[in-house]
């Protein structure tokens, strides 16, 4: 079981099952093809939608996809999110930030910090070029920076430490 918000609205209940995926608890219907790395094409109730995916951060569980030529920001929450959350512990688990990781191969466009400057949840940190596309790269939460791994025009992985909290 899964919720999602599309650029803040109200979640929407997701469930993967081997029938199909349930939104809302109503069975959900459309044709998904992959046309190339991050290009989607959906057809669903004689509309077509062309989708590209711009941005994957797995730390805050976020993407950003551009639909149909407008961006629209996604929030993902898990199973494990929604036991904190009605714990009351969701917080607590997003506010400790140790690291921000690269999600992708690219190149490194620009900084927006230095070490000991106090970033919130959202602030811009770097921009990452891969596939020929800047990706704001965010904080995922607050924290005062403790290093700084990379430096503009750096190559970097994967995985790779960019900056440390």
Known sequence: MYTASVNNAAPVSIDIQPAGIMLNDQPYDWDLSKLGEGMY????????????????????????????????????????????????????AASKVNNIKAPMPGLIVGISLEVGSVVSKG??????????????????????????????????????????F
């Not at 430096?151 to 790779?160: I, Y």
């Open 41 to 92: 094409h959906i057809l669903k109730s004689d509309r077509s939608y062309s989708v590209e995916v711009l941005a994957v951060d797995a730390a805050t569980k976020t993407v950003q996809l551009k639909i149909n030529g407008h961006i629209h920001d996604v929030a993902v929450k898990d199973r494990f999110d929604l036991l904190l959350e009605k714990m009351g512990m969701s917080n607590a």
């Open 123 to 164: 602030d811009t940190v770097l921009i990452l070029e891969a596939m020929k596309m800047e990706n704001v790269i965010k904080a995922p939460g607050d924290g005062t920076v403790k290093a700084i791994k990379v430096q503009k025009g750096d190559r970097v992985e994967k995985g790779q430490v960019l900056v440390e």
